[in-house]
């Protein structure tokens, strides 16, 4: 085998193709590695308009073999390791050259295209520069020829989707130099590891070495044996004294982390965590043969440890101050804010700042995280942020000063009072951050009415309560009637309010409130422990005006609770928020669906006519054409951004693959919901009947409730269901029930080991709204349907039977169709359901 480090211009260059093999897995990466690339991207790009000289940056390694050549054919090669950066690669100059297409630069379109994506003068299979597996080809060729349907719902989709939106929000953002220098960082910025396999070498032997090795060493055990092999004469002692200890106290996982925090907090903020012993070893090599001077760098390594611990475990802090507000950072959750956190408590240890300078300026920590997750600010870059600060602050004044005036910083989005009262209006807070962070800001928000008797949150076992239903009943929508504005339904009214934070609060009765009429809730809301349940059952109604009043009141806490930038600061060189949501939210669609103007409203929190408003003027915008009426119709008003030659909306949207009726209606179940729209953001959009779900066993109360409701609702499709889930028992599954008012079934089957239990659900059953939801959403993260082309296979055999009609858009969320196919239908939802239960156990088998 031979090796060579080149750019990634010279590797793909020349009559060749890159040919990924059958015993390949399909392309697997997502957002979280799409945004790593980015930034690494992002950073070489800005050296590069600078003028700094930027050091290549190292991708990893490509295994190629030699593959069989034709005469006047292209040289094919076999990726024997690598794909998946590559296939990013190819993806992201893809979206680049079509990035250039509608900035009108033809010469960049051309030279992108023939130099890196296609072998010009070849036809067939042999056009292509790179060809996938056969399960990616059809998406990949799909973007590699700029077809209608390029885009869609599988990784490769995505990873051109996200492409495109990253370049389109960058180009608005830079200068006119910036794409061509993404363009040249891409080219020739990035370094790859090419390695060649010889003629006659096993490819499959090689393949298998790579891929089942054993368990190498972590950064932390490399740079240990590399710290010892340096101190032969006083190793033994420091590791008993120093090392051993520190390791025993915080864990392998925590002292990894620690060795990469002493990295950042020391100013090299850019290191990797995979990269920590290179560069702990790069930065202590010049101390080789100085064991002295080694063992002060374990003392102080040892000195930091201890300070991580009361990061981690607050309760080892001395002051009352500074221990409460790490608790509160530590009830918050992640790691984000560890190297400032980290850095200001060694500023207090070496007498520099004072514990309560230190603790104001967590709580201004505290209060920038809590203002962006309200404000639905995006994260992408809070990580790096955090990063940069120990470096950045200024020395010259208190430290809560400096934290506050670094937070206020140009590109650094810390929400302003204006823009957070903004939020809690309109914004659904709901489907904002995780779980425990909603529950922890409505927590501080009653803390806040400093009652006489306040509530131990610590014992109490409260949830995220909804006042207004998310499932509302039809007295709810009778009350909303009353309020609607000119041409606004009492649905679209129920949708722009209902999971705002001024119909949000915390109750330990979740399933006694559900959805019953206000009266109802009132008389469990008044006999609450919490002041904020009494305030809201002081109310006379519960509608629009109430809601929207007390988001004022809790604004009016929140602004007190999490102060803000200093005074005057205003973020610059960045979209406004509102469209950098609603851009995000367009480039999050695959192709084949469409939205409306009244569900991109309710996910970014705005109103359903000054979306239209903003795509009427901004109709470039990548996807504005998937943005159609509440009938499924394009606005009369739509027009396309001068320059350009596209075709009508309707045809465009017909040849991505969305259907239209007589009557140029978009077909509903392409239809992509707010919610919908917000799972395919990554947001936790938990569904009101999913959430915790109890075993039939543990209560037979909610199994006769599902089995009363459906007889009540749904009579004809009683029996049909009852037979398949007697069907799926006795395929080994079980059954289990929601806790809520409409009492959901989901049909479960255990797919985990002895050491990692798993369950896995193919469908939802909802007997009052009469809907089967498809967990394509979930069924992703469970192997073997993972694989998109599983998922595919069971959303084709479901389709095969009359009455289901579920799009391919769909396979990353919960499409849905009718209950009442169980009453004509049952034995061939049964046939379904064996498949389903017979590749799952084959996959447990292959596991072992």
């Known amino acids: 085998m031979r090796a060579q480090e080149i750019t990634f211009l010279k590797l793909v260059q020349g009559d060749k193709q890159f040919q990924v093999p059958l015993y390949q897995r399909t392309y697997s990466w997502r957002e979280e590695q799409l945004q790593r690339l980015w930034e690494d991207i992002g950073e070489l790009v800005d050296q590069h308009l600078s003028g700094e000289s930027a050091a290549p940056h190292f991708l990893g390694s490509v295994v190629l073999a030699p593959g069989q050549m034709q005469a006047g054919g292209v040289q094919r090669w076999l990726v024997v390791d690598g794909q998946q950066r590559l296939t990013t690669l190819m993806l992201a100059f893809t979206a680049l050259r079509d990035h250039l297409k509608e900035a009108g630069d033809a010469r960049g379109v051309d030279r992108v295209h023939r130099q890196l994506l296609v072998n010009e003068f070849h036809e067939g299979a042999d056009h292509y520069r790179l060809l996938p597996t056969q399960a990616d080809r059809d998406a990949y060729t799909a973007c590699v020829q700029s077809r209608a349907d390029a885009g869609g719902s599988d990784n490769v989709g995505a990873a051109y989707r996200f492409f495109r939106g990253a370049l389109a929000q960058g180009h608005e953002a830079g200068d006119a130099r910036w794409a061509a220098a993404v363009e040249t960082a891409l080219k020739d910025l990035l370094s790859i590891v090419e390695i060649t396999a010889e003629p006659g070498d096993n490819v499959y032997r090689i393949f298998e070495s790579i891929n089942n090795t054993g368990v190498g060493l972590s950064q932390s055990d490399l740079l240990r044996n590399y710290v010892f092999m340096l101190l032969p004469k006083r190793g033994e002692r420091i590791y008993q004294e120093l090392w051993l200890p520190m390791q025993q106290s915080l864990g392998p996982r925590n002292l990894e982390l620690l060795v990469w925090l002493d990295l950042v907090v020391r100013g090299h903020y850019k290191t990797k965590q995979s990269e920590i012993y290179r560069e702990q070893q790069k930065r202590l090599q010049p101390l080789a043969g100085d064991e002295e001077a080694l063992q002060h760098e374990v003392e102080q390594l040892a000195e930091r440890a201890g300070r991580f611990l009361r990061v981690i475990d607050p309760a080892r802090e001395a002051s009352p101050a500074l221990r409460d507000v790490l608790e509160r950072l530590g009830a918050w959750g992640g790691q984000t804010h560890y190297p400032l956190t980290l850095h200001l408590l060694d500023l207090v240890d070496a007498g520099r700042t004072t514990a309560d300078d230190a603790a104001e300026a967590l709580g201004y920590v505290e209060s920038y995280l809590v203002r962006r997750l309200i404000c639905q600010t995006p994260t992408n870059n809070l990580n790096r942020i955090f990063m940069e600060a120990p470096k950045e602050l200024e020395t010259d004044r208190p430290a809560a000063e400096a934290v506050r005036r670094f937070l206020s910083g140009r590109r650094r989005r810390w929400p302003s009072d204006e823009e957070l009262r903004t939020a809690i209006r309109t914004k659904p807070f709901y489907w904002s951050g995780r779980p425990p962070q909603r529950s922890y800001i409505l927590r501080r928000l009653e803390e806040s009415y400093r009652a006489s008797e306040p509530v131990d949150f610590a014992k109490a076992s409260l949830s995220v309560e909804h006042v207004l239903p998310q499932r509302p009943a039809p007295a709810w929508f009778e009350l909303l009637a009353e309020e609607t504005e000119p041409n606004q339904t009492p649905q679209e009214l129920h949708d722009l309010l209902v999971h705002t934070l001024g119909n949000l609060t915390l109750t330990g009765d979740n399933a006694k409130l559900s959805n019953h009429p206000f009266e109802r809730k009132q008389q469990i809301l008044d006999s609450s422990a919490l002041r904020m349940n009494l305030e809201i059952s002081s109310a006379p109604r519960w509608g629009r005006t109430q809601i929207l009043e007390r988001a004022e009141r809790l604004a009016d806490r929140a602004t007190e609770l999490w102060p803000g930038p200093i005074s005057g600061a205003k973020p610059t060189g960045e979209e406004a928020p509102g469209r950098l949501e609603l851009r995000a939210a367009l ?11 009244g569900d991109v409203a309710e996910l970014i929190g705005s109103r359903p006519d000054s979306v239209q408003a903003v795509l009427d003027a901004h109709a470039g915008v990548m996807g504005a054409h998937r943005v159609l009426t509440t009938e499924g119709r394009v606005s009369p008003s739509f027009r396309w951004a001068e320059g350009g030659d596209r075709p009508p909306p309707q045809e465009l949207l017909a040849s991505e693959g969305v259907r239209f009726d007589s009557l140029g209606r978009a077909h509903p179940a392409q239809r992509l919901s707010a919610a919908e729209l917000a799972t395919l953001l990554g947001r936790d959009v938990t569904q009101p009947s999913a959430h915790d779900p109890l075993p039939e066993e543990q209560d037979t109360a909610a199994a006769e409730r599902f089995r009363a409701q459906l007889r009540e609702n749904w009579p004809a499709a009683y029996p049909g269901v009852e037979t398949a889930l007697g069907f799926w028992r006795r395929q080994g599954g079980h059954v289990t029930y929601g806790r809520h008012d409409e009492t959901s079934c989901f049909p479960m089957l255990d797919v985990g080991t002895s050491r990692h239990p798993l ?70 939802i049964c046939s379904v359901l064996d498949w389903f239960v017979g590749v799952a156990a084959l996959d447990l088998a292959q596991r072992g």
């Open 759 to 828: 369950l896995m659900w193919p469908v939802g059953i909802y007997p009052v709204t009469g809907t089967v939801e498809v967990a394509f959403q979930y069924l992703k993260t469970r192997s073997p349907f993972d694989a998109t082309e599983q998922r595919r296979e069971l959303l084709n055999r479901l389709n095969k039977i009359d009455g289901v009609d579920l799009p391919e858009a769909k396979l990353e969320l919960r499409p849905s169709f009718s209950i009442g196919v169980f009453a004509e239908h049952a034995d061939e």
């Open 587 to 597: 480039v999050a669609m695959p192709s084949g669906t469409w939205t409306t103007y």
